[in-house]
């Protein structure tokens, strides 16, 4: 699904993208920031398998988020990263939920 979203056949407002990286809003944000982060290739379901075959570009999504993060709230921020379904994992193309705003201290989920 998220292919759809680089493909540009689902239109988003994109808030960064590099040749690797897109950002764009949650539909249905957790947060007052809540941004996700995904690399533009399809071939990795979650942030293991992106680390272990592109550990510069789970690196640029690092970056691109603390950019993020500093341009929409006060540069303080959390990254999740859902894998498995049973972890919350409900897109199977690796994304970085990043989340930044007075977040509660004591809820560490996205929701
Ligand atoms: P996860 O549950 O970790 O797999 O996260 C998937 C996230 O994608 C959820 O937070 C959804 O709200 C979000 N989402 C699903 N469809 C879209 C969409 N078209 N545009 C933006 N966010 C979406």
């Not at 995904?38 to 550990?55: F, G």
């Amino acid at each position: 699904m998220f292919a759809k979203i680089v493909s540009g056949e689902i239109p988003v407002e994109i808030l960064a993208e590099t040749d690797r990286v897109l950002a764009f809003p949650d539909i249905s944000p957790q947060a007052p920031v809540h941004i996700l982060v995904i690399p533009k290739s399809t071939a990795y379901a979650n942030v293991a398998e992106l680390a272990a075959a592109e550990p510069e570009t789970l690196a640029e999504m690092v970056a691109v988020a603390r950019s993020l993060a500093e341009e929409h709230a006060n540069g303080e921020y959390r990254l999740i990263f859902n894998s498995g379904a049973t972890a919350g994992q409900t897109v199977f193309h690796v994304h970085a939920h990043l989340l930044a705003g007075n977040l509660e201290e004591r809820s560490l989920g996205a929701s």
